[in-house]
């Protein structure tokens, strides 16, 4: 069973970058597709991005394409989301979110994902 635990939010200022970091405990991590989510304060949670177990395809939702990106590292058993010249309406709590698969694709619904994170908080001031 997989554990997930987000680092790098944290309190920036528009314009700025933030790079966060999923860490899966699983030593399998790379069986593993994962996802991006965020929510902001009274709203649904919403997709950001994805990337499937081996790293070679990727999927930004295509409101942050362009300022977001996101990449993994299987030897660090670790999923990062570049986020550059962040917005106010970029704050949420950002979670990511894990499923062992057998196929190469990635997964955008979050129904789909057996394990989530906690969360970290991002917060964009102007």
């Known amino acids: 069973q997989a554990q997930l635990v987000e680092s790098g939010g944290g309190l920036v200022q528009a314009g700025n970058s933030l790079r966060l970091a999923c860490a899966g405990s699983?030593?399998?991590?790379?069986?593993?597709?994962v996802g991006w989510f965020r929510q902001a304060p009274g709203k649904e949670r919403l997709f950001v991005a994805a990337?499937?177990?081996?790293?070679?395809?990727?999927y930004v939702t295509d409101s942050l394409k362009g300022r977001f990106t996101i990449s993994r590292d299987n030897a660090k058993n670790t999923v990062f989301l570049q986020m550059n010249n962040l917005k106010p309406e970029d704050t949420a709590v950002y979670y990511c979110?894990?499923?062992?698969?057998?196929?190469?694709?990635?997964?955008?619904?979050?129904?789909?994902?057996?394990?989530w994170g906690q969360g970290t908080q991002v917060t964009v001031s102007s």
């Open positions: 990337v499937n177990k081996f790293g070679t395809e990727t």
């Open positions: 699983e030593h399998i991590f790379s069986t593993y597709a």
């Open positions: 979110a894990a499923k062992q698969v057998n196929s190469r694709g990635i997964i955008e619904s979050a129904r789909q994902y057996d394990y």
